[in-house]
């Protein structure tokens, strides 16, 4: 196994409604993000991690096929505004628990709850990693904003054309609650690309859209890895500057080296660009 690796899996729905799901899936994405900053620490990307969603499989063998030595499993019960929210970290060598903790709040401190369990990690693994500064930034205040945002994330990964259109009202929606939302905006340019890419939304409309919600991400915020990837989409898919579409690609990675899918995305790039090798 790789030394200092943590796989973040899915936490489980345990709400009685089962569209909670988005908040569960953003709650662990959420945190791989945020141990994604730490230096030396390998994390399992989210679409390999997700892969053992809704599957009873022991840990000690999603570590092997993660190639991790820690896993960080929870579950959210959600009852009106009331979260509880349990996260435990394991030992993928021998089953055990390193730590865990119980998290009974309010909606309103969903983000505080997210870096407290970042930094309970952190804490747990310091002999093997050492303590580092949580590096957190909240890119909205409106926690409406910010559940549409999750849902539109939800829907996207599902990558089927009914579910990418519910992402694209999502983000509508998101951005509509919070125009200063860079990610939403992002979300926003990556799904009108994705759409017209797959012809489910006219392409000449699709580019006035995507190039619409970059320049407003990029105005908003351009040190975000998703809005350098959005710049990266309008500049490889619409516009064909490899060199710009590069540029941004770069940039997205030195912003976020833990970034796993502006790491795909270069190596898209230099494939078309026929830097096989490279790649």
């Given at each position: 196994?790789?030394?200092?690796?943590?796989?973040?899996?899915?936490?489980?729905?345990?709400?009685?409604?089962?569209?909670?799901?988005?908040?569960?899936?953003?709650?662990?994405?959420?945190?791989?993000?945020?141990?994604?900053?730490?230096?030396?620490?390998?994390?399992?990307?989210?679409?390999?991690?997700?892969?053992?969603?809704?599957?009873?499989?022991?840990?000690?063998?999603?570590?092997?096929?993660?190639?991790?030595?820690?896993?960080?499993?929870?579950?959210?019960?959600?009852?009106?505004?009331?979260?509880?929210?349990?996260?435990?970290?394991?030992?993928?060598?021998?089953?055990?628990?390193?730590?865990?903790?119980?998290?009974?709040?309010?909606?309103?401190?969903?983000?505080?709850?997210?870096?407290?369990?970042?930094?309970?990690?952190?804490?747990?693994?310091?002999?093997?990693?050492?303590?580092?500064k949580l590096r957190s930034k909240r890119h909205t205040d409106n926690l409406e904003?910010?559940?549409?945002?999750?849902?539109?994330?939800?829907?996207?990964?599902?990558?089927?054309?009914?579910?990418?259109?519910?992402?694209?009202?999502?983000?509508?929606?998101?951005?509509?609650?919070?125009?200063?939302?860079?990610?939403?905006?992002?979300?926003?340019?990556?799904?009108?690309?994705?759409?017209?890419?797959?012809?489910?939304?006219?392409?000449?409309?699709?580019?006035?859209?995507?190039?619409?919600?970059?320049?407003?991400?990029?105005?908003?915020?351009?040190?975000?890895?998703?809005?350098?990837?959005?710049?990266?989409?309008?500049?490889?898919?619409?516009?064909?500057?490899?060199?710009?579409?590069?540029?941004?690609?770069?940039?997205?990675?030195?912003?976020?080296?833990?970034?796993?899918?502006?790491?795909?995305?270069?190596?898209?790039?230099?494939?078309?660009?026929?830097?096989?090798?490279?790649?």
């Amino acid at each position: 196994k790789a030394e200092k690796s943590i796989a973040v899996l899915s936490f489980k729905n345990m709400s009685a409604d089962p569209e909670q799901e988005y908040f569960c899936e953003g709650m662990a994405e959420e945190i791989i993000n945020s141990l994604t900053q730490i230096k030396d620490l390998k994390v399992a990307a989210r679409s390999s991690a997700f892969t053992f969603k809704g599957r009873e499989t022991d840990i000690r063998e999603i570590g092997r096929k993660l190639n991790v030595d820690k896993i960080l499993e929870g579950s959210v019960r959600k009852v009106g505004n009331r979260l509880r929210i349990m996260a435990q970290l394991i030992n993928v060598e021998d089953g055990y628990h390193l730590w865990s903790e119980r998290y009974d709040r309010e909606m309103e401190d969903v983000f505080a709850i997210q870096d407290e369990i970042t930094i309970q990690i952190i804490s747990a693994l310091k002999m093997t990693f050492g303590e580092q500064k949580l590096r957190s930034k909240r890119h909205t205040d409106n926690l409406e904003a910010y559940h549409l945002y999750l849902k539109g994330r939800h829907f996207w990964h599902r990558r089927q054309p009914a579910s990418m259109r519910k992402a694209l009202e999502t983000y509508q929606l998101a951005a509509e609650k919070d125009p200063s939302y860079a990610l939403a905006q992002a979300g926003l340019a990556w799904i009108y690309c994705i759409l017209g890419l797959y012809g489910l939304f006219p392409q000449d409309q699709a580019y006035a859209k995507v190039k619409e919600a970059t320049e407003q991400a990029i105005n908003l915020d351009d040190s975000l890895g998703d809005v350098q990837i959005a710049l990266w989409s309008i500049n490889i898919f619409y516009e064909w500057d490899w060199k710009e579409a590069e540029r941004a690609i770069k940039r997205a990675i030195e912003l976020e080296p833990g970034n796993v899918e502006a790491h795909c995305f270069y190596g898209l790039l230099l494939a078309c660009m026929g830097r096989r090798k490279e790649a």
